[in-house]
């Protein structure tokens, strides 16, 4: 007979369930309703504490989260990421998913899903997603997808894909080593993965064609997105331009670049090509054809000197106010790389002044109006200077220009810490033999976020950057609610009404309840809690019926999985929450759906392989 769950217990699944509630109600910031659960759970526990614990322990229990490894590998993983994005290291990846993309969006989708599942069934699967996160935002910065679009049906094949082996996810193994303990066969590392890889066969297509649409569009492009700058393409010796004639590199052009009073025939050394376009295509338009935006020796001055001030160098917007000096000069008379030490790499002309006049010097230079907007690059400091010694009102938006030169080491710092949480770090045994010593990934992640400061990949004063207070304060949270619901009593109370009601029903719906249950569990405690309850309930279900514990096992498995349904089922979740901009209302709409479909999916493919 079912006993009747403590106080604790019952405490634990209301605080759950208010949780809920108020993440999905959306009424008060999801930072909150985390800070409330916390506190909520220390008061609680310090004037009713749990049996065998002092009043201090539900403090240390309620805060703990924020000292907790999974919060630590979180924010090193976001900083890692941060490293491969300020040094550029992603851009050769992020240009061939870009090619992609811009032949068929939705093509492009999908070869990130089919990446994305196939990569994580031999990869863990956070450090597959840290890799793919900058890249889809990238992409979705030029305009091609937004990356509230894509992320979730990313994260989703990733989540899903690291289910079809024993490898794929630290809870797989955590599910198989606790069957092997109790008795159980051992599962081979493949020994289940024909029936993932049949239910990806439903997933990925809902994953491509539908989960997008259920989702919000963030792509609403800030204004300096829409600016179209004017800039003089100056034509190196040694480029693609020189001696070419245009029409043999207009396929080199980024989309968006417009080309005016090209020269006919070939394009002379040293030519000062007048193209325009939004900052990004220009900046791409330079790198393709391997130019100029301003006169060489100003850009090298200008990396010189932020190498020697250790200062990143930055790309500005500035508009040209009525008492400024500028005003009706050109960029060559105005002396501002002789003066200021910086580079104006275009001129953006609003629509009003546009009809108002048009004013070119003798060599066909624009003059600066007021109103124009100019895109200038150099060092804060000497930017500083620029905006306040000549009249200019500095717009929001600044932007770091890539560290390229240490793309390589933050690529390598990044492939280090993956291959050894992964693969392992190469070793052998005492007999000769290779033993790879895999590390966790809370170590190979904290290694590779202090080798990213050391290097100078990522720089101290811009760690805030990387973080988010939002997604902190809701892995703090949820770890708190997870270890309550544990430590009251309130799984184990639920395993045991879930083992007496599933004594009367049919092999497929025990299979599809106890899949249902571990789900619940994974999506409001963790996948930890949920593998560690589900899977010896599981096992001895099978056995009070006379039914394979196998499938009954990897339903619990698969369980642990489907972490869709809320942002702090599962770390990756909350990795993309603040690059997609997710509300939690999100994740319930659009991971619903897919839980329903998998569990639905995966039951009657365990009940047909195993012929139940």
Same mark, same amino acid.
């Given at each position: ?47 009713? +504490? %749990?049996?065998?614990?002092? +009043? ?15 919060? @630590? ?18 851009? +050769? ?16 989708? #999908? ?8 990569? $994580? ?9 840290? %890799? ?15 990356? !509230?679009?894509? #992320? ?20 797989? @193994? ?62 190196? !010796? ?37 193209? !325009? ?61 002789? %003066? ?34 100019? %895109? ?53 045994? $005492? ?14 992640? #904290? ?24 997604? @902190? ?33 049919? +092999? ?105």
């Amino acid at each position: 007979m079912l006993e009747a769950p403590s106080y604790h217990a019952i405490a634990a699944m209301a605080v759950t369930i208010a949780m809920f509630i108020g993440f999905a109600r959306g009424r008060y910031p999801e930072e909150i309703v985390s800070l409330v659960t916390i506190a909520v759970i220390g008061v609680g526990l310090y004037f009713a +504490p %749990l049996a065998g614990t002092k +009043p201090t322990d539900g403090l240390a229990l309620a805060f703990g989260g924020f000292g907790h490894s999974a919060l @630590i590998t979180i924010c090193a993983l976001m900083i890692m990421g941060r490293g491969l994005v300020v040094t550029g290291a992603l851009e +050769p990846f992020a240009r061939l998913l870009e090619n992609v993309f811009r032949l068929n969006g939705q093509i492009g989708l #999908l070869a990130a899903l089919l990446l994305a599942f196939f990569l $994580s069934m031999f990869v863990n699967d956070t450090p597959v997603m840290v %890799l793919l996160i900058p890249i889809v935002v990238a992409i979705a910065a030029k305009g091609l997808m937004a990356s !509230s679009k894509v #992320l979730m049906p990313l994260n989703t094949a990733v989540l899903l894909g690291g289910m079809a082996t024993t490898i794929g996810t630290s809870t797989n @193994i955590l599910v198989v080593s606790i069957a092997d303990d109790i008795g159980m066969a051992p599962i081979g590392v493949f020994q289940f993965t024909p029936i993932v890889l049949m239910a990806g066969l439903v997933a990925v297509p809902y994953l491509w064609l539908v989960m997008p649409r259920m989702l919000p569009d963030n792509s609403v492009l800030p204004d300096n997105a829409r600016r179209i700058f004017h800039t003089r393409l100056r034509v190196g !010796s040694s480029g693609a331009l020189a001696g070419a004639d245009l029409t043999s590199v207009h396929a080199k052009l980024p989309e968006g670049i417009t080309v005016h009073d090209a020269p006919a025939g070939p394009l002379p050394p040293h030519h000062r090509l007048h193209i !325009s376009g939004t900052h990004e295509a220009i900046e791409e338009a330079a790198r393709a054809l391997k130019g100029d935006l301003a006169p060489t020796w100003v850009i090298d001055r200008i990396r010189n000197v932020s190498k020697a001030k250790g200062e990143d160098i930055v790309a500005v917007e500035m508009t040209v106010t009525a008492d400024s000096r500028l005003v009706t000069r050109t960029l060559a008379s105005s002396g501002i790389a002789d %003066l200021y030490g910086v580079a104006v790499l275009g001129i953006h002309r609003p629509a009003r002044v546009l009809g108002e006049r048009e004013i070119y010097s003798e060599v066909g230079d624009l003059r600066i109006l007021e109103g124009d907007v100019l %895109l200038v690059m150099g060092i804060e400091e000497d930017l500083q200077s620029f905006a306040r010694s000549d009249g200019l009102l500095r717009l929001e938006g600044a932007r770091e220009l890539p560290r390229r030169s240490k793309a390589v080491l933050a690529g390598a710092i990044m492939l280090g810490a993956i291959s050894t949480a992964s693969l392992g770090v190469p070793w052998f045994d $005492s007999a000769g033999g290779y033993a790879p010593i895999k590390l966790p990934i809370a170590i190979s992640a #904290l290694a590779g976020a202090i080798a990213m400061f050391v290097t100078g990949c990522v720089k101290f004063d811009r760690v805030g950057r990387a973080l988010s207070a939002k997604v @902190i304060v809701l892995i703090a949270a949820s770890l708190a609610i997870g270890r309550v619901i544990d430590e009251s009593g309130a799984a184990a109370w639920l395993g045991q009404a879930l083992s007496l009601g599933l004594a009367y029903l049919p +092999p497929a719906l025990v299979l599809s309840a106890i899949m249902l249950f571990v789900t619940l569990l994974t999506n409001f405690a963790s996948n930890a809690t949920a593998a560690t309850i589900g899977t010896p309930i599981a096992y001895s279900i099978a056995l009070q019926l006379g039914l394979p514990p196998e499938p009954l096992v990897l339903a619990v498995l698969f369980g642990c999985n489907l972490a869709f349904a809320t942002p702090i089922a599962y770390q990756t979740n909350l990795l993309i929450m603040s690059e997609g901009d997710y509300e939690f209302g999100d994740y319930v709409r659009a991971g619903l759906p897919v839980v329903a479909l998998m569990v639905t999916v995966l039951s009657v493919l365990l009940v047909l392989w195993y012929g139940l």
